[in-house]
Structures are given as C-alpha cells and as structure tokens.
C-alpha cells in the first residue's frame, strides 16, 4: 500500500524492552522485505529469454554465465533464516534463529567503535532524568534501577 516506513526494530513489549538480537532479526526481516519490493525486472537486459531457452536444452541453466551474473541481485540471501533441508539442520547441531542472532549481534558490536563524546552523553541523561520527572513522576526505569 505504499509504505516504505519500519519501525521499532528490536522492540519487545510495545517499546519497553529493547533487545539486540530481535534488533539483528529485525533487520532480516526488512532486507526481505526490501528485496521482495524491488522486484524482479523482466527487461531484456536483465533476463535473456534466448539464455533461458539454452540453458534449458543444454541442461545447464545455473551454470550460464547469465545466470552467474544475475544471481546476487535477484535471489535473496538469508543471513539468519534457516534454509537448509530438516536432516541437515538437525545433523548440524539445529541451532535456531535466535543463537544465530546473538553470534551476529556480537560480530556487530565486535566492530563497534563509536563512543559519545562525554558531554554529549550527560546531556542526553540530564534531558532524560528531566523528561521522566515531568512525564512519570520518577526515574522512568523499573524499580531498583540506576541511572540509564
């Protein structure tokens, strides 16, 4: 319907819980997306009828370099999902979703080396501290929690 917007990656419980790994799942999830509306261009450029044709009388269709060369760009690569066949994920130690998540989340802040300048950073937790004063009355953090 024309919305190209996504929102609230990582959110858990509307937005009172944010997680790293759902962030990381979350992310796939709008790569497929983007992908599947980009769609697929049918242009003679892009999609050789007569190399189709041949590849399918020679019975080497994966093999054209056509084919080679229009790979990437059209079939969407999953860095989380599983797609291998059942035997093969339970013989592969059938780890899930959400472990490959983490080892991802971890290689990206393994690679993380932004820091927030020191005054930038109390800045941000004094406007905090006065927006959750005016707005709950208090910390705006559980119980028994310190300063964000």
């Known amino acids: 319907m024309g919305s190209r917007s996504f929102y609230g990656a990582g959110m858990l419980s509307v937005d009172e819980v ?12 709008a790569d497929y997306a ?12 892009d999609f050789s009828l007569a190399a189709v044709a041949h590849g399918a009388e020679a019975g080497v269709f994966m093999g054209l370099d056509d084919t080679l060369a229009h ?12 797609r291998r066949m059942l035997n093969g994920w339970l013989a592969g130690g059938e780890e899930d979703m959400r472990e490959r998540a983490r080892v991802e989340m971890n290689r990206l802040l393994g690679t993380y080396d932004f820091e927030l300048a020191p005054e930038q ?10 927006a ?3 707005i709950v009355g208090g910390t705006g953090l559980p119980e028994g929690r310190g300063e964000p």
Not at 19 to 24: A, D, F, K, N, Y
Not at 71 to 82: M, V
Not at 121 to 130: K, S
């Open 18 to 29: 944010f997680s790293p790994e759902m962030l990381v799942i979350d992310r796939e999830i």
């Open 121 to 130: 950073a109390r800045e941000l937790r004094r406007l905090y501290a006065r």
């Open 34 to 45: 983007e992908r599947f509306c980009r769609g697929v261009s049918l242009d003679e450029d």
């Open 71 to 82: 790979f990437r760009e059209l079939y969407w690569l999953p860095r989380l999902s599983e």
């Open 132 to 134: 959750a004063q005016e």
